[in-house]
């Protein structure tokens, strides 16, 4: 148990459709990462908050956003979406900022039909 | 463009032998490394990683090995076991980066130890 937890585990929607997969970080971890894994893909980085601020921005669509609230939990909004967005999406998250040591959910497995 | 190439998607082993893992990057900013093991329903989770400035790191079964002329890493695990078995993701962080949490991942070998 890496101790990051997300919901929901799986999700079935329809395209042009709303999501939005939330994650709660580690106990005392600031920084919270999104990534995507699509069939047959390395997992792809979206974005990272630290401490409520984003910090870094991978190639996320413009469809997709996210926050950290106040508590430290984040969530990654998908809208309008498309069959193309069918991926895992893991949360992952970490204490120090220089290691690249992630500790990663279980991911979320959402399903565009 | 795949900057981290994991080329072969499968490995198998018997049990007891060396696996070896490979993976290729082009980027030459890249100047940190890790690898990352991840079994089916759960969460990559961080196994062994490698600082440019070295050309090897070991922990426990697994060394890691880096050519960074050849911009190749290698991962082996001696001897292998059956709970070794699950995909290894390599991935790495390039210098100067906003985020050392920013990681290219390269596609996933997935390995089986037989018994």
């Known amino acids: 148990d890496s101790g990051v937890t997300q919901t929901p585990k799986h999700l079935i929607t329809a395209t042009g459709q709303r999501v939005t997969l939330r994650c709660s970080p580690r106990?005392?971890?600031?920084?919270v990462y999104w990534y995507q894994q699509s069939l047959d893909q390395g997992l792809q980085f979206l974005i990272q908050?630290?401490?409520?601020?984003?910090?870094a921005k991978g190639n996320i669509l413009e469809r997709f956003s996210a926050q950290q609230f106040p508590d430290l939990h984040s969530e990654l909004n998908l809208s309008s979406l498309e069959l193309g967005d069918s991926a895992l999406y893991f949360c992952a998250s970490s204490g120090a900022l220089g290691t690249g040591e992630l500790f990663f959910g279980e991911g979320s497995r959402l399903t565009v039909l | 463009d795949q900057q981290v190439k994991q080329n072969s998607p499968s490995l198998s082993v018997q049990e007891g032998r060396i696996s070896i893992l490979n993976c290729d990057y082009t980027n030459s900013m890249f100047d940190y490394f890790l690898w990352y093991k991840k079994y089916p329903a759960e969460g990559p989770t961080f196994l062994i990683s490698i600082s440019s400035i070295k050309d090897k790191n070991e922990d426990g079964r697994f060394t890691v090995f880096l050519n960074k002329s050849a911009k190749h890493l290698s991962l082996h695990i001696v001897p292998s076991q059956p709970g070794d078995s699950a995909v290894y993701f390599c991935?790495?962080?390039?210098?100067?980066?906003?985020?050392?949490?920013?990681?290219?991942f390269g596609q996933g070998t997935i390995l089986t130890v037989h018994p």
């Open positions: 991935a790495a962080i390039a210098a100067g980066g906003t985020s050392y949490g920013k990681l290219t």
């Open positions: 908050y630290y401490n409520g601020e984003e910090r």
């Open positions: 106990s005392g971890d600031l920084s």
